[in-house]
Protein backbone atom coordinates (compact mmCIF):
# COMPACT_ATOMS: atom_id res chain seq x y z
CA UNK A 1 0.00 0.00 0.00
CA UNK A 2 1.07 3.32 -0.69
CA UNK A 3 3.48 5.16 1.92
CA UNK A 4 2.28 6.20 4.96
CA UNK A 5 4.55 -21.92 -4.06
CA UNK A 6 1.86 -21.66 -5.78
CA UNK A 7 -1.95 -20.82 -5.08
CA UNK A 8 -3.92 -22.07 -2.36
CA UNK A 9 -6.69 -21.95 -0.51
CA UNK A 10 -7.14 -21.71 2.98
CA UNK A 11 -9.66 -24.24 5.15
CA UNK A 12 -13.62 -22.79 5.06
CA UNK A 13 -15.36 -21.83 7.84
CA UNK A 14 -18.66 -23.15 7.95
CA UNK A 15 -21.04 -20.94 6.49
CA UNK A 16 -24.77 -21.30 5.13
CA UNK A 17 -23.91 -21.98 1.97
CA UNK A 18 -21.15 -24.96 3.46
CA UNK A 19 -22.38 -28.74 3.21
CA UNK A 20 -22.39 -32.02 1.33
CA UNK A 21 -20.67 -30.57 -2.27
CA UNK A 22 -20.70 -27.29 -1.65
CA UNK A 23 -18.25 -24.20 -1.59
CA UNK A 24 -18.26 -22.40 1.37
CA UNK A 25 -18.54 -18.75 1.56
CA UNK A 26 -15.51 -17.58 3.37
CA UNK A 27 -11.81 -19.22 3.06
CA UNK A 28 -11.44 -18.90 6.16
CA UNK A 29 -9.06 -15.79 7.23
CA UNK A 30 -9.04 -14.90 10.96
CA UNK A 31 -9.52 -11.06 9.84
CA UNK A 32 -11.85 -11.40 6.95
CA UNK A 33 -14.31 -14.71 7.53
CA UNK A 34 -16.36 -13.56 4.85
CA UNK A 35 -13.82 -12.98 2.07
CA UNK A 36 -12.72 -15.79 -0.55
CA UNK A 37 -14.53 -18.86 -1.18
CA UNK A 38 -13.63 -22.41 -0.68
CA UNK A 39 -14.35 -25.55 -3.18
CA UNK A 40 -12.12 -24.23 -6.09
CA UNK A 41 -8.96 -22.42 -7.40
CA UNK A 42 -8.90 -19.93 -9.84
CA UNK A 43 -7.17 -20.03 -13.11
CA UNK A 44 -8.54 -17.01 -14.77
CA UNK A 45 -10.56 -14.10 -14.72
CA UNK A 46 -11.81 -12.43 -18.16
CA UNK A 47 -13.57 -9.16 -17.40
CA UNK A 48 -15.58 -7.35 -20.04
CA UNK A 49 -16.75 -4.10 -19.35
CA UNK A 50 -18.67 -1.02 -20.86
CA UNK A 51 -18.82 2.62 -19.24
CA UNK A 52 -19.95 5.66 -20.36
CA UNK A 53 -18.55 8.79 -17.87
CA UNK A 54 -22.07 10.54 -19.22
CA UNK A 55 -23.26 8.07 -16.86
CA UNK A 56 -21.29 7.63 -14.18
CA UNK A 57 -23.72 5.62 -12.27
CA UNK A 58 -23.78 2.34 -14.46
CA UNK A 59 -21.55 -0.34 -15.52
CA UNK A 60 -22.31 -3.15 -17.64
CA UNK A 61 -20.11 -6.92 -17.34
CA UNK A 62 -19.87 -10.21 -18.54
CA UNK A 63 -16.70 -12.07 -16.78
CA UNK A 64 -15.91 -15.51 -16.99
CA UNK A 65 -14.08 -16.68 -14.49
CA UNK A 66 -12.00 -20.24 -15.23
CA UNK A 67 -11.49 -22.69 -12.19
CA UNK A 68 -10.63 -26.20 -11.08
CA UNK A 69 -12.98 -27.45 -8.47
CA UNK A 70 -11.29 -28.40 -5.52
CA UNK A 71 -13.84 -30.78 -4.16
CA UNK A 72 -17.29 -31.82 -5.33
CA UNK A 73 -19.60 -28.83 -6.41
CA UNK A 74 -23.25 -28.94 -6.02
CA UNK A 75 -23.09 -25.20 -5.27
CA UNK A 76 -20.30 -22.89 -4.74
CA UNK A 77 -19.62 -18.98 -4.27
CA UNK A 78 -18.44 -15.71 -6.30
CA UNK A 79 -18.02 -12.40 -4.54
CA UNK A 80 -19.49 -9.56 -6.17
CA UNK A 81 -21.15 -6.32 -4.19
CA UNK A 82 -24.33 -4.62 -5.89
CA UNK A 83 -24.90 -4.98 -9.61
CA UNK A 84 -28.32 -6.74 -10.79
CA UNK A 85 -26.78 -10.27 -12.34
CA UNK A 86 -28.18 -11.31 -15.61
CA UNK A 87 -27.12 -14.82 -15.73
CA UNK A 88 -24.82 -17.26 -14.60
CA UNK A 89 -23.71 -19.83 -17.13
CA UNK A 90 -21.63 -22.87 -16.52
CA UNK A 91 -19.83 -23.89 -19.25
CA UNK A 92 -22.17 -22.58 -21.78
CA UNK A 93 -25.25 -24.28 -19.70
CA UNK A 94 -27.50 -21.45 -17.39
CA UNK A 95 -27.33 -22.73 -13.91
CA UNK A 96 -29.95 -23.94 -12.14
CA UNK A 97 -30.54 -21.23 -9.50
CA UNK A 98 -28.48 -18.08 -8.61
CA UNK A 99 -29.23 -15.66 -5.59
CA UNK A 100 -27.26 -12.97 -3.43
CA UNK A 101 -26.95 -13.51 0.33
CA UNK A 102 -24.69 -11.89 2.77
CA UNK A 103 -23.08 -8.61 1.46
CA UNK A 104 -21.19 -9.59 -1.57
CA UNK A 105 -22.20 -13.54 -1.89
CA UNK A 106 -23.11 -14.69 -5.20
CA UNK A 107 -24.28 -18.07 -4.48
CA UNK A 108 -24.42 -20.75 -7.36
CA UNK A 109 -25.86 -23.51 -8.35
CA UNK A 110 -24.82 -25.34 -11.29
CA UNK A 111 -27.50 -27.69 -13.95
CA UNK A 112 -25.16 -30.70 -13.32
CA UNK A 113 -22.26 -31.35 -10.40
CA UNK A 114 -19.15 -30.25 -10.85
CA UNK A 115 -16.71 -33.29 -10.19
CA UNK A 116 -13.79 -32.73 -7.43
CA UNK A 117 -10.60 -32.10 -10.26
CA UNK A 118 -12.85 -30.78 -13.29
CA UNK A 119 -12.27 -27.69 -14.76
CA UNK A 120 -14.92 -25.43 -15.01
CA UNK A 121 -16.05 -22.01 -16.43
CA UNK A 122 -18.68 -19.81 -15.03
CA UNK A 123 -20.05 -16.55 -16.99
CA UNK A 124 -21.74 -14.19 -15.19
CA UNK A 125 -23.35 -10.92 -16.84
CA UNK A 126 -24.05 -7.92 -14.59
CA UNK A 127 -24.82 -4.26 -14.79
CA UNK A 128 -26.05 -1.78 -12.42
CA UNK A 129 -24.39 1.26 -9.88
CA UNK A 130 -20.98 0.68 -8.69
CA UNK A 131 -21.47 0.65 -5.11
CA UNK A 132 -17.86 -0.77 -3.80
CA UNK A 133 -16.23 1.57 -1.71
CA UNK A 134 -13.31 1.24 -4.07
CA UNK A 135 -14.75 2.50 -7.14
CA UNK A 136 -13.44 6.00 -7.39
CA UNK A 137 -15.88 8.43 -9.21
CA UNK A 138 -13.15 11.34 -10.38
CA UNK A 139 -13.53 14.23 -12.47
CA UNK A 140 -16.09 14.44 -15.36
CA UNK A 141 -16.93 11.32 -14.89
CA UNK A 142 -13.85 9.60 -15.03
CA UNK A 143 -13.49 5.98 -12.67
CA UNK A 144 -10.40 4.01 -11.13
CA UNK A 145 -10.58 1.02 -9.03
CA UNK A 146 -8.39 1.12 -5.71
CA UNK A 147 -8.54 -0.49 -2.59
CA UNK A 148 -7.03 -2.94 -0.01
CA UNK A 149 -7.75 -5.49 1.18
CA UNK A 150 -10.59 -5.14 -1.28
CA UNK A 151 -11.70 -3.78 -4.53
CA UNK A 152 -12.75 -6.94 -7.07
CA UNK A 153 -15.73 -7.40 -5.89
CA UNK A 154 -16.87 -3.23 -6.71
CA UNK A 155 -16.67 -3.99 -10.37
CA UNK A 156 -16.48 -8.15 -11.07
CA UNK A 157 -17.42 -11.55 -9.63
CA UNK A 158 -14.43 -13.02 -7.92
CA UNK A 159 -13.07 -15.57 -5.55
CA UNK A 160 -11.80 -12.50 -3.37
CA UNK A 161 -8.94 -13.58 -0.92
CA UNK A 162 -5.04 -13.12 -1.56
CA UNK A 163 -4.91 -16.67 -1.39
CA UNK A 164 -6.62 -17.76 -4.72
CA UNK A 165 -4.34 -15.90 -7.21
CA UNK A 166 -4.97 -15.68 -10.89
CA UNK A 167 -3.96 -14.21 -14.62
CA UNK A 168 -6.23 -11.35 -15.46
CA UNK A 169 -7.79 -9.85 -18.73
CA UNK A 170 -9.38 -6.97 -18.83
CA UNK A 171 -11.51 -5.74 -22.20
CA UNK A 172 -12.87 -2.49 -21.72
CA UNK A 173 -15.27 -0.59 -23.77
CA UNK A 174 -16.01 3.20 -23.15
CA UNK A 175 -16.66 6.00 -25.63
CA UNK A 176 -13.74 6.96 -28.28
CA UNK A 177 -12.66 10.29 -26.44
CA UNK A 178 -11.36 8.08 -23.12
CA UNK A 179 -8.97 5.56 -22.56
CA UNK A 180 -8.68 2.88 -20.42
CA UNK A 181 -5.52 1.66 -18.32
CA UNK A 182 -5.21 -1.86 -16.65
CA UNK A 183 -2.89 -4.39 -15.08
CA UNK A 184 -0.29 -5.63 -17.76
CA UNK A 185 0.27 -5.92 -21.29
CA UNK A 186 -1.84 -4.14 -23.73
CA UNK A 187 -3.45 -5.90 -26.55
CA UNK A 188 -5.52 -4.13 -29.87
CA UNK A 189 -7.47 -1.53 -29.21
CA UNK A 190 -10.53 -1.53 -31.82
CA UNK A 191 -13.15 1.10 -32.78
CA UNK A 192 -16.64 0.69 -33.35
CA UNK A 193 -18.43 2.73 -35.85
CA UNK A 194 -20.90 4.07 -32.96
CA UNK A 195 -18.18 5.71 -31.60
CA UNK A 196 -17.32 3.61 -28.93
CA UNK A 197 -13.52 2.30 -28.57
CA UNK A 198 -12.37 -0.97 -26.60
CA UNK A 199 -9.20 -1.51 -24.29
CA UNK A 200 -7.71 -4.85 -24.31
CA UNK A 201 -4.89 -5.31 -21.15
CA UNK A 202 -3.57 -8.77 -20.54
CA UNK A 203 -1.57 -9.30 -17.00
CA UNK A 204 -0.01 -12.88 -17.93
CA UNK A 205 1.32 -13.61 -14.13
CA UNK A 206 -1.05 -14.81 -11.19
CA UNK A 207 -2.44 -11.96 -9.13
CA UNK A 208 -4.59 -11.14 -5.94
CA UNK A 209 -7.55 -9.57 -6.58
CA UNK A 210 -7.23 -6.33 -4.77
CA UNK A 211 -4.04 -5.70 -6.92
CA UNK A 212 -6.13 -5.66 -9.88
CA UNK A 213 -7.11 -2.37 -11.59
CA UNK A 214 -8.90 -0.45 -14.08
CA UNK A 215 -8.61 3.15 -15.09
CA UNK A 216 -10.80 5.22 -17.19
CA UNK A 217 -9.77 8.69 -18.20
CA UNK A 218 -8.66 11.33 -20.92
CA UNK A 219 -5.44 9.93 -20.29
CA UNK A 220 -2.34 10.82 -21.58
CA UNK A 221 0.12 7.91 -22.15
CA UNK A 222 3.80 7.72 -21.87
CA UNK A 223 5.78 4.51 -23.23
CA UNK A 224 9.23 3.22 -23.30
CA UNK A 225 10.91 0.57 -22.31
CA UNK A 226 13.78 -0.63 -19.77
CA UNK A 227 17.26 -1.98 -20.76
CA UNK A 228 15.60 -5.67 -21.42
CA UNK A 229 12.91 -4.43 -23.63
CA UNK A 230 10.08 -5.06 -21.00
CA UNK A 231 7.34 -2.05 -22.08
CA UNK A 232 7.23 0.87 -19.53
CA UNK A 233 3.55 2.39 -19.68
CA UNK A 234 2.91 5.42 -17.62
CA UNK A 235 -0.58 7.48 -17.96
CA UNK A 236 -1.48 10.44 -15.87
CA UNK A 237 -5.20 12.02 -15.71
CA UNK A 238 -5.62 15.52 -17.00
CA UNK A 239 -3.72 18.32 -14.16
CA UNK A 240 -1.41 15.74 -13.27
CA UNK A 241 2.03 17.18 -13.95
CA UNK A 242 4.14 15.34 -16.26
CA UNK A 243 7.82 15.05 -14.46
CA UNK A 244 10.17 13.32 -17.26
CA UNK A 245 12.82 13.16 -14.49
CA UNK A 246 10.57 10.81 -12.24
CA UNK A 247 9.97 8.74 -15.44
CA UNK A 248 13.56 8.40 -16.09
CA UNK A 249 14.09 7.61 -12.74
CA UNK A 250 11.73 4.17 -13.04
CA UNK A 251 14.13 1.92 -15.06
CA UNK A 252 16.89 3.23 -12.32
CA UNK A 253 14.55 2.34 -9.04
CA UNK A 254 13.92 -1.16 -10.65
CA UNK A 255 17.68 -2.18 -11.51
CA UNK A 256 18.07 -1.29 -8.16
CA UNK A 257 15.84 -3.20 -5.97
CA UNK A 258 16.10 -5.80 -9.43
CA UNK A 259 19.90 -5.85 -7.33
CA UNK A 260 18.29 -6.54 -3.69
CA UNK A 261 15.25 -8.66 -4.10
CA UNK A 262 16.37 -10.69 -7.61
CA UNK A 263 14.82 -10.30 -11.07
CA UNK A 264 11.79 -8.06 -11.66
CA UNK A 265 8.73 -10.27 -11.63
CA UNK A 266 6.57 -8.73 -14.44
CA UNK A 267 6.49 -8.18 -18.16
CA UNK A 268 5.48 -5.02 -18.13
CA UNK A 269 5.67 -2.01 -15.55
CA UNK A 270 4.84 2.04 -15.15
CA UNK A 271 2.09 3.99 -12.92
CA UNK A 272 -1.06 5.06 -13.12
CA UNK A 273 -1.73 8.84 -11.97
CA UNK A 274 -5.32 9.81 -11.64
CA UNK A 275 -6.13 13.19 -10.81
CA UNK A 276 -8.64 12.43 -7.46
CA UNK A 277 -11.03 14.75 -6.41
CA UNK A 278 -11.08 16.61 -2.91
CA UNK A 279 -12.31 13.89 0.00
CA UNK A 280 -12.49 10.70 -2.79
CA UNK A 281 -12.46 7.81 -1.08
CA UNK A 282 -9.12 6.27 -1.22
CA UNK A 283 -6.88 9.46 -2.01
CA UNK A 284 -4.58 11.02 -1.85
CA UNK A 285 -2.49 8.20 -1.69
CA UNK A 286 -1.37 5.11 -4.16
CA UNK A 287 -1.40 1.49 -4.20
CA UNK A 288 0.41 -1.50 -5.42
CA UNK A 289 -1.83 -2.60 -8.70
CA UNK A 290 0.24 -5.20 -10.17
CA UNK A 291 2.66 -4.44 -12.47
CA UNK A 292 1.25 -0.82 -12.70
CA UNK A 293 1.07 1.46 -9.41
CA UNK A 294 -1.64 4.08 -8.91
CA UNK A 295 -1.13 7.45 -7.58
CA UNK A 296 -3.82 9.72 -6.21
CA UNK A 297 -1.98 13.09 -7.31
CA UNK A 298 1.52 13.78 -8.47
CA UNK A 299 4.18 10.70 -8.82
CA UNK A 300 7.60 10.77 -6.41
CA UNK A 301 10.84 8.91 -6.18
CA UNK A 302 10.18 7.67 -2.62
CA UNK A 303 6.47 6.28 -3.71
CA UNK A 304 7.87 4.89 -6.79
CA UNK A 305 10.21 2.98 -4.59
CA UNK A 306 7.63 1.77 -2.22
CA UNK A 307 4.85 0.89 -4.56
CA UNK A 308 7.90 -1.12 -7.02
CA UNK A 309 8.97 -2.98 -3.62
CA UNK A 310 5.74 -4.56 -3.29
CA UNK A 311 5.78 -5.78 -6.80
CA UNK A 312 7.90 -8.21 -4.99
CA UNK A 313 7.01 -8.14 -1.86
CA UNK A 314 2.72 -8.70 -1.88
CA UNK A 315 2.11 -9.14 -5.63
CA UNK A 316 4.89 -11.70 -6.94
CA UNK A 317 5.18 -13.48 -2.66
CA UNK A 318 1.61 -12.65 -1.47
CA UNK A 319 -0.14 -13.25 1.51
CA UNK A 320 -1.85 -16.28 3.31
CA UNK A 321 -4.07 -14.33 4.77
CA UNK A 322 -4.10 -10.87 5.85
CA UNK A 323 -2.30 -11.62 9.41
CA UNK A 324 0.74 -11.76 6.88
CA UNK A 325 0.97 -7.27 6.39
CA UNK A 326 4.29 -7.17 6.94
CA UNK A 327 5.39 -9.05 4.52
CA UNK A 328 4.94 -6.33 2.07
CA UNK A 329 4.53 -3.24 4.52
CA UNK A 330 7.64 -3.49 6.61
CA UNK A 331 9.73 -4.29 3.55
CA UNK A 332 8.40 -1.65 0.96
CA UNK A 333 8.92 1.18 3.78
CA UNK A 334 12.65 -0.11 4.66
CA UNK A 335 13.32 -0.34 0.91
CA UNK A 336 12.66 3.48 1.33
CA UNK A 337 15.89 3.62 3.62
CA UNK A 338 17.49 1.48 1.58
CA UNK A 339 17.20 4.16 -1.20
CA UNK A 340 18.41 6.63 1.03
CA UNK A 341 21.63 5.12 1.74
CA UNK A 342 22.59 4.81 -1.84
CA UNK A 343 22.44 8.45 -1.85
CA UNK A 344 24.59 8.62 1.05
CA UNK A 345 22.45 8.09 4.17
CA UNK A 346 23.80 6.49 7.33
CA UNK A 347 20.94 4.52 8.79
CA UNK A 348 22.56 4.09 11.95
CA UNK A 349 22.86 7.44 13.25
CA UNK A 350 19.95 8.65 10.64
CA UNK A 351 16.87 6.99 10.41
CA UNK A 352 17.05 4.42 13.22
CA UNK A 353 18.65 6.77 15.79
CA UNK A 354 15.60 9.39 14.35
CA UNK A 355 12.78 6.67 15.32
CA UNK A 356 14.44 5.86 18.16
CA UNK A 357 14.49 9.56 19.12
CA UNK A 358 10.79 10.23 18.06
CA UNK A 359 9.26 7.06 19.15
CA UNK A 360 11.26 7.30 22.86
CA UNK A 361 9.54 5.46 25.36
CA UNK A 362 6.04 5.75 24.13
CA UNK A 363 4.21 2.47 24.77
CA UNK A 364 1.44 3.06 21.89
CA UNK A 365 4.40 3.10 19.12
CA UNK A 366 5.04 -0.51 20.42
CA UNK A 367 1.83 -1.99 21.34
CA UNK A 368 1.13 -3.43 17.90
CA UNK A 369 2.36 -6.37 16.62
CA UNK A 370 3.88 -6.89 13.31
CA UNK A 371 2.75 -10.44 12.74
CA UNK A 372 -1.08 -10.74 13.58
CA UNK A 373 -1.41 -7.35 14.31
CA UNK A 374 -5.38 -8.16 15.16
CA UNK A 375 -8.68 -7.34 13.30
CA UNK A 376 -8.59 -3.78 11.62
CA UNK A 377 -5.00 -3.32 12.15
CA UNK A 378 -3.98 -5.27 8.98
CA UNK A 379 -2.33 -2.32 7.67
CA UNK A 380 -1.65 -0.39 10.83
CA UNK A 381 1.14 2.16 10.42
CA UNK A 382 3.17 -0.02 13.09
CA UNK A 383 3.89 -2.08 9.81
CA UNK A 384 5.59 1.11 8.17
CA UNK A 385 7.40 2.57 11.12
CA UNK A 386 8.17 -0.04 13.91
CA UNK A 387 7.78 -2.72 11.03
CA UNK A 388 10.90 -0.71 8.98
CA UNK A 389 13.07 -0.44 12.31
CA UNK A 390 12.48 -4.06 12.69
CA UNK A 391 13.98 -4.45 9.09
CA UNK A 392 17.02 -2.77 10.08
CA UNK A 393 17.64 -4.58 13.22
CA UNK A 394 17.61 -7.57 11.21
CA UNK A 395 19.75 -6.88 9.17
CA UNK A 396 22.63 -5.40 11.61
CA UNK A 397 21.58 -8.76 13.40
CA UNK A 398 22.23 -11.35 10.62
CA UNK A 399 24.57 -9.04 8.46
CA UNK A 400 24.01 -7.83 5.06
CA UNK A 401 24.68 -11.09 3.35
CA UNK A 402 22.30 -13.56 5.23
CA UNK A 403 19.84 -10.74 5.21
CA UNK A 404 19.55 -9.87 1.31
CA UNK A 405 20.24 -13.30 0.40
CA UNK A 406 16.96 -14.21 2.53
CA UNK A 407 15.01 -11.54 0.66
CA UNK A 408 16.07 -12.69 -2.79
CA UNK A 409 15.70 -16.67 -1.73
CA UNK A 410 11.96 -15.88 -0.57
CA UNK A 411 11.31 -14.42 -4.20
CA UNK A 412 12.79 -18.03 -5.76
CA UNK A 413 11.07 -20.21 -3.88
CA UNK A 414 7.67 -18.14 -3.65
CA UNK A 415 7.44 -16.43 -7.03
CA UNK A 416 4.08 -15.93 -8.03
CA UNK A 417 2.54 -17.89 -5.18
CA UNK A 418 1.49 -16.95 -1.32
CA UNK A 419 4.00 -17.59 1.60
CA UNK A 420 3.37 -16.70 5.53
CA UNK A 421 5.38 -14.34 7.75
CA UNK A 422 6.34 -17.80 10.19
CA UNK A 423 8.15 -19.26 7.00
CA UNK A 424 9.87 -15.74 6.21
CA UNK A 425 11.09 -16.09 9.98
CA UNK A 426 12.16 -20.27 9.67
CA UNK A 427 13.72 -19.04 6.11
CA UNK A 428 15.89 -16.49 7.94
CA UNK A 429 17.02 -18.54 10.55
CA UNK A 430 17.95 -21.13 7.50
CA UNK A 431 19.90 -18.61 5.78
CA UNK A 432 21.94 -16.79 8.38
CA UNK A 433 22.29 -20.26 10.21
CA UNK A 434 21.18 -18.56 13.37
CA UNK A 435 18.98 -20.94 15.16
CA UNK A 436 18.54 -18.46 17.78
CA UNK A 437 16.53 -15.56 16.03
CA UNK A 438 13.43 -16.80 18.48
CA UNK A 439 14.03 -13.86 20.73
CA UNK A 440 14.55 -11.15 18.06
CA UNK A 441 11.13 -12.39 16.57
CA UNK A 442 9.30 -12.49 19.65
CA UNK A 443 10.83 -9.33 20.70
CA UNK A 444 10.10 -7.43 17.44
CA UNK A 445 7.16 -9.12 15.74
CA UNK A 446 5.35 -10.18 18.38
CA UNK A 447 6.39 -8.13 21.03
CA UNK A 448 4.10 -5.27 21.87
CA UNK A 449 6.76 -3.29 23.80
CA UNK A 450 9.99 -1.39 23.05
CA UNK A 451 12.49 -4.90 22.53
CA UNK A 452 14.96 -5.37 25.00
CA UNK A 453 18.48 -3.61 24.17
CA UNK A 454 20.30 -6.44 23.38
CA UNK A 455 17.80 -6.45 20.24
CA UNK A 456 17.41 -2.96 20.10
CA UNK A 457 21.43 -1.84 19.91
CA UNK A 458 22.11 -5.10 17.84
CA UNK A 459 25.43 -5.12 15.85
CA UNK A 460 26.70 -1.26 14.60
CA UNK A 461 23.72 0.08 16.47
CA UNK A 462 25.38 -0.47 19.35
CA UNK A 463 27.04 2.66 18.73
CA UNK A 464 24.18 4.69 19.20
CA UNK A 465 22.70 2.90 21.91
CA UNK A 466 22.61 5.05 25.49
CA UNK A 467 25.30 4.86 27.72
CA UNK A 468 23.34 3.29 30.87
CA UNK A 469 21.90 0.52 28.79
CA UNK A 470 18.79 -1.11 30.37
Not at 38 to 51: I, K, L, N, Q
Not at 201 to 211: C, K, Q, S, V
Not at 381 to 407: C, E, N, P, V, W
Not at 417 to 426: C, D, H, I, L, R
Amino acid sequence: MGILAGSMLLTAVPSSAAGAGAGGSGVGDPYFPDDGNSGYDVADYDVRVAYDPARPDHLTGDTTVTATATARLDRFDLDLEGFEVGSVTIDGTPAKSFSRSGAHELVITPARRIAKGARFAVRVRYSGRPVGKSWHRLADGAANVTGEPHSATAWYPANDHPSDKATFRLTATVPEAWTVVGNGRPGPTTSSAKGWKTHRWYEDRPLATYLSTIAIDKFTVRTSKLADGTPVINAYSPGIPIDPGTEALLPEIIDFLAAKFGPYPFSSAGFIAVNGEPGAPGGPGALETQSRPTYIGPVFDSSLVHEYTHQWFGNSVSFTDWRDGCLAECVAQYAGQLWDEKGGADLDTGFYRSMIEESGRNPAFWSVRLYDPGPGKELDQALYFKGSMMMHALRRTIGDDAFFGTLRQWQQEHRYGNASWPQFEELTRKVSARPDLTGFFDAWVRGTTVPEDKYLYPGSLGSIAPTNPR
